[in-house]
């Protein structure tokens, strides 16, 4: 079982180049199934969520080509299975967008519940409440959803009874090869919903409004072949701002988008970083101890529960008291103890954290619980006094590329590692 072993105590200081943004490709890959003739997807990710979607897409008979690390030819016109295997669902959730896909090309999908980080309840009610209404027939049999439209399917007027991402994306995919004309009605705003429907245009499809919170989307027959490039991940660039902060680093952080990053900019300039934006990239300086603030997390434009539990490290070292509201995931503060181990004063009541800031962190051994609370752990050991050990790496290597590549190219003392005899030869190193 890999781990990460970190010496902490440096300020991350330096350059840093995000990825193509995972939430995107996620969705993207899926959508590339669409059409029967062969789709180009740069700007892909190289993290485990996306190479089990890609095996998923194999399996089911697509012809997947990795050109290079970042690179995929996918060709959908061999699928001869709309059945979508277990083994590919129980890893990553959302492997259900392929529910999506297969539905508006084939008019039929077969494709386990879905599994992924467990971070609290994700019901996915209202995919299909949506694929119900343009005239699927949706039922639950042996732990797989199994969807049909013998009789195509049609466009409708969908409200959605709460902003869902997942929801959003997958109606969408249904939807743009659906006969007529679809309104959905309180859509998720979030830049990856913006990217999938501009991929799908791409293709042919005809969606209008993405990115605000009504989309309009007009059925066509047929979708062609594309080459699409991913836009840059807002939650790594996220995590890499937070990691600056924490450590009172200076980190330039570059191949972002910074409109993506206005309510994570926005709390840390509160908190008393200085903070610059250019074109594509951000610069994040902290050469002081941070203010308290409050945050509440917020469907997008609001700030991101994906960066929470980030901005809860910093919190937790900054002067002052601070609360955390989470109002999507009701299992996020799963971190806390692990963090408790290092220093930190943090109280859970139902769905708040109440944040006593201490003025610094001490090494420990700690386990990942999750993929984003893996990575505020990570940065917590980056700033803490000491060495510490994060176990079940696994879940970090879901979501951040080359994590431990990036840190150190920042100063970070910072190792994967498979044994405690690696994890000794690290200390004996630095000590």
Known sequence: MEQYVIKGGNPLVGEVEIGGAKNSALAILSAAVMTDETVYIDNLPDVRDINVLLEAIQKIGAVVERIDRHSVKINGSTIGDISVDYEFIKKIRASYYLLGALLGKYKKAEVPLPGG??????????????????????????????????????????????????????????????????????????????????????????????????????????????????????????????????????????????????????????MGCEVQEFDDAI??????????????????????????????????????TSVVTESIFENRFKYVDELARMGSCIKVEGNTAIIDGVEGFTGARVSAPDLRAGAALVIAGLAAEGITVVDDIVYIQRGYEDFEVKLAGLGAEIEKVSSEKEIQKFKLRVG
């Open 283 to 320: 610069r994040v300086i902290a050469n002081k101890r941070l203010r308290r603030t409050h945050i509440k997390t917020l469907p997008y434009p609001g700030y991101p529960t994906d960066m929470q539990p980030q901005i809860a490290v910093v919190l937790a070292l900054a002067s002052g």
């Open 117 to 270: 980080c467990n971070i609290g309840s994700r019901p996915i009610d209202l995919h299909l409440k949506g694929f119900r209404a343009l005239g699927a027939r949706v039922d639950i049999r042996g732990g797989s959803i199994c969807a049909n439209a013998e009789n195509g399917l049609v466009g409708k007027h969908i409200y959605l009874d709460m902003v869902s991402v997942g929801a959003t994306i997958n109606i969408m995919m249904a939807a743009c090869m659906a006969s007529g004309y679809t309104i959905l009605e309180n859509a998720a705003r979030e830049p990856h919903v913006v990217d999938i429907a501009n991929f799908l245009n791409s293709m042919g499809a005809n969606i209008k409004g993405a990115g605000t919170d009504v989309i309009r989307i007009r059925g066509v027959e047929k979708l062609h072949a594309t080459h699409y490039s991913i836009v840059p991940d807002m939650i790594e660039a996220g995590t890499y701002m937070m990691a600056a902060a924490a450590t009172k680093g200076d980190v330039l952080i570059k191949n972002v988008i910074p409109k993506h990053l206005e309510a994570t900019t926005a709390k840390l300039l509160e």
